[in-house]
């Protein structure tokens, strides 16, 4: 083997992955952040989500009545402001609406005594063409219809479909809302509006449509200190020839401090040909995902989402340091193969002890401080290892322990970050570039480890990267250690659509919170933090139990991997200390790509219609089926040549590349379903369901050492199989499991 072509390619995966994000973005109008805020505050009130909609038939006689409302529609609006509702096309609502195609909405949210009343034009999204027709407010559509709007509209009708509950699903398929009960047949209504054969949601009936409000007007009324606000869209809001738009005016009849704010966006329309497109989210024909949108990553952020990466990796790398520096430890200090799995054994345990700890801590108050908290003690612990293991095993057993603790406050706390930093159309290739990262910092580890130790012994290598992780933990302290909080709106998800000739559409996205919002409450702490998390919708949750079971199983072919990858080609196959951490580097620069890739490919899926929820529940298959399949093959072989099986070492390395690769599509799988079900408890229910999970990433390093230790075959051939065949058995157990379980819909907010 070529030792320079892996050290080559991982510096290549490198540069590739450091120049995946842009900059620059606009701030979002005033009323929207302070609903975002309302919204989050009331995350816990049972039907915080009901408004009341208001219409006026063609007597001019007024009609009220509750709806759900369900969230903004990217597709309605480049500013990403539009609500959106879903109604029955039979329903006299609609009715009414096409008399008057005008509604006003009163969103009241008792937590914080807060009152929203929000009126401007509606449109429908329904399969009738007539109909959606008579709705259009957007003149320009009107003069210049575009096929790709109007796909782009019946793509998010359709996806809105498949995120309802079964029981609203049926409601579609009954006879006619409001007709006396016997006036018509009675309906054959499929169960859940699914396929009673395959279990598959149906196809969405022609009654089923969405009902956009397009916000003109907003009254804002606080009872807490008497305070009210109203916002207009100006003249200009309306579309022009050259699609401008005028400002937001406000009117403050209470002194509250003011605040700059972007232009109202125009409704979505597409760029004439050869026009200068608007900046933003553009299309890019070369390529399925298309291109990252710069917009959203200004004032700041993208800094401080490229320090989480490199969190990220840092926290990959230290913690695969021990797998490559253990072979001289284990020669010098005299570990057999058990002792070498309680080691790797310690850390998981002190990982798994800190996990619902850290994840409450940032469900709590701000996932930053935890992240820097964690960061500086795994870097302290990391550095003490060489005394630890002079010392004694129990000494470094406690020390490894000790940097686990430290390591597990940084995925919950990052998936508490992109919940809350990172708009919805991204948040897939956001996580695949994050864990794509993490594959980065596995290549270094693979890569520097064995050079420093060369140099300088082994204990120079724990040394040189603790002292990285300190320089990075300044580098978060002055960047990003106040920037996280849970009180910041979340951002609007902004438009991803594919228009088609180049065309593209801009995308206006919040990335501050509104200074003068009323006050959130003061976040929770300590016990009462304990007692406030929903514990027991989570357990209750099939969907959380999902993300168990499938981090579960990913972990135990994971924890597997990284623990012994290098100790599996030095014994199998007889290769030195370099040339196995090679070896072992390899799958690893697959699989960042894989990740990378998995997101891109999950947000393109959403564009093209596919549920969120098939969309993970596809990809999480693909990450277990993979490592399946290839493991089996390497059973059947029978083990390397050395160990008289007939597997020779290129085939094993291109089914572990094939495990490694297809297993890291997990990162648009189970890897983003925390922040799909919960945006403020993102952190605690990943850190709860990867304790789990850690505890099966643990037998897996303690079984596979105990295995080869108990093993005569020449190199521990037998416990390697033997290990592999359980990962068979669990990946393929997880991913069926997590087909079945896994709904991507909002459950604690």
């Known amino acids: 083997m070529h030792h320079g072509l892996p050290r080559l390619l991982a510096w290549s995966v490198v540069v590739a992955l450091s120049s995946a994000m842009a900059s620059g973005v606009p701030t979002t109008v005033r009323w929207r952040a302070r609903l975002d805020a309302a919204m989050a505050r009331s995350r816990k009130e049972r039907g915080a989500n009901f408004v009341q909609l208001a219409t006026v038939d063609a007597s001019g006689a007024p009609h009220c009545r509750s709806v759900v409302c369900r969230g903004f529609e990217a597709a309605a609006g480049e500013n990403g402001d539009v609500l959106r509702m879903v109604t029955d096309t039979r329903s006299d609502k609609v009715a009414q609406l096409v008399a008057r195609p005008e509604a006003e909405l009163v ?42 709007i109007r796909d782009a509209l019946l793509a998010a009708r359709k996806q809105q479909w498949g ?15 409001g007709r006396p009960l016997g006036a018509e047949p009675a309906a054959d209504v499929p169960a859940g509006g699914r396929d009673a054969a395959t279990g598959r949601v149906l196809e969405p009936p022609r009654s089923f449509a969405l009902l956009l409000l397009r916000p003109r007007r907003v009254d804002y009324l606080c009872l807490h200190g008497n305070l009210r606000q109203i916002d207009e ?19 403050l009849p209470r002194a509250l401090p003011r605040v700059a704010r972007a232009p109202a966006a125009p409704p979505l329309r597409a760029s004439p040909a050869g026009a200068d497109a608007p900046s933003g989210w553009r299309p890019d024909d070369g390529e399925a995902g298309g291109a990252w949108d710069g917009a959203w990553l200004a004032g700041g952020r993208a800094a401080l989402l490229a320090l989480c990466c490199a969190i990220a990796t840092l926290c990959s790398l230290d913690r695969v340091v021990m797998s490559v520096a253990i072979l001289p430890m284990a020669a010098q200090l005299h570990y057999d193969a058990q002792t070498q799995g309680a080691i790797a054994a310690a850390f998981s345990g002190g990982y798994c002890i800190g996990l619902v700890p850290a994840g409450l801590a940032a469900a709590a108050g701000s996932p930053a401080p935890v992240l820097l908290g964690g960061l500086v003690l795994w870097s302290l612990a990391q550095g003490a290892t060489p005394l630890a293991a002079d010392a004694g095993l129990p000494a470094l057993l406690a020390c490894r322990a000790l940097m686990g603790v430290g390591e597990s406050a940084c995925v919950p706390a990052l998936q508490l970050v992109a919940a809350t930093l990172v708009p919805a159309p991204f948040r897939s290739r956001f996580w695949g570039v994050l864990s794509a990262c993490f594959s980065v910092g596995t290549m270094a580890a693979y890569v520097l480890t064995p050079a420093i130790i060369g140099a300088a012994g082994w204990e120079s290598a724990f040394l040189v990267f603790a002292a990285a992780g300190i320089a990075v933990a300044l580098a978060w302290a002055a960047v990003g250690a106040g920037s996280v909080s849970l009180d910041t709106p979340p951002l609007p998800a902004a438009p991803h659509l594919r228009l088609g000739g180049g065309n593209g559409a801009a995308a206006a996205v919040a990335v501050a919170a509104d200074a003068a919002a009323p006050p959130p409450p003061p976040a929770a702490g300590g016990a009462r933090a304990l007692l406030d998390a929903p514990w027991r919708q989570m357990a209750a949750s099939p969907s959380v139990w999902a993300l168990a079971v499938a981090h579960s199983a990913s972990n135990f072919f994971g924890y597997f991997a990284a623990s012994w990858l290098p100790s599996f080609f030095a014994s199998q196959y007889g290769l030195d200390m370099r040339a196995a951490s090679d070896a072992a580097l390899i799958p690893y620069i697959f699989g960042s790509g894989a990740a990378a890739g998995a997101g891109a490919v999950a947000d393109g899926m959403v564009r093209a219609g596919v549920s969120l929820t098939e969309t993970r529940r596809r990809l999480q298959l693909v990450a277990a089926v993979g490592p399946a399949l290839c493991c089996a093959a390497l059973v059947a072989g029978g083990g390397s040549p050395v160990a008289g099986g007939h597997v020779p070492l290129g085939v094993a390395e291109a089914l572990l590349v094939g495990a490694i690769g297809s297993s890291h599509c997990l990162a648009a799988g189970y890897g983003c379903g925390a922040q799909d079900i919960s945006r403020r408890y993102a952190s605690l229910i990943y850190a709860t369901t990867s304790a789990v999970a850690v505890v099966a990433g643990a037998c897996a390093q303690y079984a596979t050492g105990a295995l080869i230790a108990a093993d005569g075959a020449a190199g521990g051939a037998g416990g390697f199989a033997r290990v592999l065949a359980l990962v068979v058995v669990v990946e393929l157990a997880g991913g069926l499991l997590f087909a079945r379980w896994w709904r991507s819909e909002r459950e604690f907010e």
Do not use: K, M, Y
């Open 107 to 148: 969103w009241w949210f008792a937590r914080s005594s807060e009152q929203f009343r929000i009126a401007g034009p509606v449109e429908i999204v329904a399969a009738d063409d007539a109909l959606s027709a008579a709705f259009s407010a957007d003149a320009l559509a009107r003069a210049t219809p575009n096929a790709a």
């Open 163 to 177: 995120n309802l509950s079964d029981q609203a699903r049926e409601q579609f398929f009954h006879p006619t809302p």
């Open 233 to 251: 869209a100006g003249a200009g809001a309306r579309d022009d020839a050259n699609g401008a738009a005028g400002a937001w005016s406000e009117t």
